[in-house]
């Protein structure tokens, strides 16, 4: 394009969209109801440090994703241990970076209150959302599972008694292709109903010189609701919910690496593989066997809601699953030396029932809540020089060890609130959790017969050559969470709080990969892990302006741990082992609309958790940056025409972390900054919405996840996961 051409295009843009405009409408950044104390209220009302956004705000912004949201959260980001199948949320130093899919994660996860238990499935896509809402620090009283570290809680958009939806799709690099939609209305006299689509495809952006380019998209979410109100007093919802995916997926780059602290030697040979990969390209790989993701999640719930006038009872009652098959070219090479593989199979059901009522000076919520969690996993490796050859010819020897976790936790809960003076209300609160857990765990040598990845979750397909450990338990945990806390509220647009909140995580049982080494055993020292229990205390202050142009909030908190699970790697084994730890920090979040069509969102986040092992080694946990830092600024304004154009630009920022102990240079990232931009015109009717969008607009490359396979006479290197590289797109949405 010409010099003189590119000018006429920019003073056309300048003439066309800023030369006959007005300024713009309200705020995107309006306050947000909520129901994290299960009732409604506004978020500048609760004391508890929270982040929420609406689905239409989400639109506005272009957050599609829970990425895109808990990076706007202060403290909070997403972990993905093995790449873009599954992720975790990790709050104020809590996280789950543990790929085995029995563990259970400190900050738990609510998809339309009901609790998503296993991090396998996560995955699910933010669409047709009514609103997030991100709770930091624990959780225990209200909330049925894990929340020591928090929670997030995604609630999707209902049925509706007037006819709505929408449609929108998305093409972008990568040969991206994304459509979402819904359709909406009533079904009769008391009824209605809601049915919500996804589907999302893309080309790997992983080059595979040896195959098939890794790191691809095809996913499919659908979500049916029926809504009936047979009186204006009850209301049931049914919701049959389903996804699957089915990707390339497993890609790390190789680093060639020696020695017992994992010093990177990236311009020598790997000398166990014969391999080396020193191209600078951290996209680009050599993949002998290209791993894949297939998952399938199924969900039907139905909440019951019955108004009495004083007293409502709800009931929330669930069935779900996952089905999982995993695998990955660990090695990361052209070596046919290291695949390691994942099985899920997880059936949940959980069942709570909520009586909530008020008086003139008081609010309470009472209610019991069961799980029953029952999985049948497995995990292993595909490693013929580890274990020998095969006895048949054609096949390969490896690793196959399943596990069966069976989980039935029952509690009661309670809390309530009551004004001791005129302004200030004292909540009090807690729950009595009791689990029962079977945990039965195998490590098998065994053949497969057929040596394609495909084939390896078949039966059939395995022999078994020796049996090498097995380890069969049961334990039984009571545990208790409370909270008392305190609201001062100095006028309509201040609010102080205190609070002390005691959280607790369920126990829990190991499944390593390799057979353990000294002075590790299949014992219950090593297999075994107690519940994690955390004395959190926090202060905090929410201010608005009287115009409710601004809103800022701040939280001071101080944490005291008593077994602290920390996630450890010893050889290729992920453990989690209980351990001492306390945190401090705090939190700052900025919302304004200093003038008319500008919208600024500030927060920043300080971490520091001291951890200390059983053999007395001290250092903070994985996933833990001390800084956390985002910032999102928005400007729209209207045309002649009075459609609005909108330009945003956001960023998010972390310090450096670790991914796992010990705190080796292997395991470290030295920090990053991620920016995005977006463009957006919607037409004076708000039917018809077109956007441009750049993600990782500078190209950033990040470490997302490493894994040291050099350290003990392993593999001779180190695996590498790498954010998503810089991606640009259109999107094109119609609502009705």
């Known amino acids: 394009m010409t010099a003189k051409i590119k000018l006429g295009f920019i003073v056309f843009l300048l003439t066309t969209f800023i ?47 829970a990425q895109h949201v808990t990076t706007m959260a202060p403290g909070v980001h997403t972990v993905q241990p093995n790449g873009e199948a599954n992720y975790s949320i990790a709050i104020r130093g809590s996280a789950n970076s543990d790929f085995t899919t029995n563990q259970e994660s400190p900050v738990a996860i609510y998809l339309d209150g009901v609790y998503v238990s296993q991090m396998s499935g996560t995955g699910f896509s933010l669409f047709d959302m009514e609103r997030v809402e991100i709770l930091r620090g624990p959780q225990g009283t209200l909330y049925g599972r894990n929340a020591t570290g928090g929670l997030a809680h995604f609630i999707s958009k209902k049925p509706t008694r007037e006819t709505e939806g929408y449609a929108k799709a998305t093409v972008g690099e990568y040969s991206q292709f994304k459509f979402e939609g819904a359709i909406s209305g009533p079904i009769g006299e008391t009824a209605s109903a809601r049915l919500s689509v996804s589907t999302h495809n893309n080309d790997g952006y992983i080059t595979n010189r040896l195959g098939k380019d890794l790191n691809n998209a095809d996913d499919q979410s659908i979500r049916l609701q029926f809504l009936w109100n047979p009186s204006d007093d009850i209301e049931f919802l049914l919701s049959l919910r389903g996804s699957q995916q089915d990707i390339r997926t497993g890609f790390f780059e190789h680093v060639s690496a020696v020695g017992a602290s994992g010093e990177y030697t990236p311009n020598e040979v790997n000398y166990v593989l014969g391999y080396i990969d020193n191209d600078g390209d951290v996209y680009a790989g050599d993949y002998d066997d290209p791993g894949f993701n297939d998952l399938e999640t199924r969900g039907y719930s139905g909440t019951l809601t019955w108004d009495f006038g004083n007293m409502k009872l709800t009931s929330i009652t669930d069935f779900s699953t996952v089905e999982r098959d995993y ?46 969690l029952d999985i049948n996993d497995a995990n292993g490796a595909i490693t013929d020089p580890f274990v020998g050859p095969a006895p048949t010819p054609g096949a390969e020897a490896g690793l196959f060890n399943p596990y069966r976790s069976e989980v039935q936790s029952m509690s009661v809960f309670g809390q309530v609130e009551f004004a001791i003076a005129d302004n200030v209300n004292m909540t009090i609160g807690g729950r009595v959790v009791r689990d029962d857990r079977d945990f039965a765990f195998n490590v098998d040598i065994v053949e497969f017969v057929n040596p394609d990845p495909a084939m390896f979750n078949d039966p059939s397909n395995r022999n078994l050559l020796a049996p090498l450990a ?52 299949y014992d219950d020292a090593t297999m075994s892990f107690d519940p994690e229990i955390v004395d959190a205390f926090e202060v905090g202050v929410k201010l608005s302006t009287p115009d409710g142009r601004a809103r800022l909030n701040a939280a001071m908190y101080y944490n005291d741990f008593d077994n602290y699970q920390a996630f450890t790697i010893t050889g290729l084994d992920t453990l989690l082992k209980n351990s001492t730890a306390d945190s401090k920090g705090f939190e700052v979040e900025l919302m304004a609309n200093p003038t008319d069509g500008l919208d600024i969102l500030l927060g920043v986040a300080y971490n520091d958790t001291d951890l200390t092992l059983g053999d007395g080694f001290r250092t903070g946990p994985v996933q833990s940056p001390k800084w956390n830092a985002n910032a999102m600024v928005r400007y729209e304004w209207s045309l002649a025409s009075g459609a609005t154009v909108a330009l945003q630009g956001d960023m998010h920022y972390r310090s450096k972390h670790i991914f796992a102990l010990p705190n080796l240079p292997a395991n470290r990232e030295d920090g990053y900054t991620i920016g995005n931009v977006f463009l957006t015109y919607t037409t004076a009717d708000q039917a018809w919405v077109a956007s441009a969008f750049v993600e990782n607009v500078t190209g950033e490359e990040h470490l997302v996840q490493t894994f040291d396979l050099s350290t003990d006479a392993l593999f001779g290197m180190i695996e590498q996961y790498y954010n998503r590289p810089k991606w640009a797109g259109v999107s094109l949405r119609y609502n009705f």
């Open 19 to 65: 030369g006959g405009s007005t300024i713009s409408f309200a705020s995107v950044l309006e306050e947000v109801i909520v129901t994290a104390q299960k009732r409604e209220q506004n978020v500048q009302d609760i004391g508890i440090a929270i982040t929420a956004m609406t689905g239409d705000q989400m639109d506005a912004l272009g957050y599609n994703s």
């Open 327 to 372: 695998i990955e070219d660990s090695d990361a090479s052209p070596a046919p030396v290291f695949d390691f593989f994942l099985v899920t199979d997880s059936e949940q059901f959980s069942q709570e029932i909520r009586l909530d009522g008020e008086t003139d000076s008081m609010k309470w919520t009472a209610g019991v809540y069961y799980l029953d």
């Open 470 to 521: 097995s380890y069969v338990a049961s334990r039984e945990d009571t545990e208790w969470a409370g909270r008392l806390g305190l609201d001062w509220t100095l006028s309509d647009d201040t609010l102080i709080y205190t609070s002390w909140n005691r959280g607790v995580k369920t126990s829990g049982y190991n499944a390593p990969i390799f057979p353990l080494s000294p002075p590790n055993d």
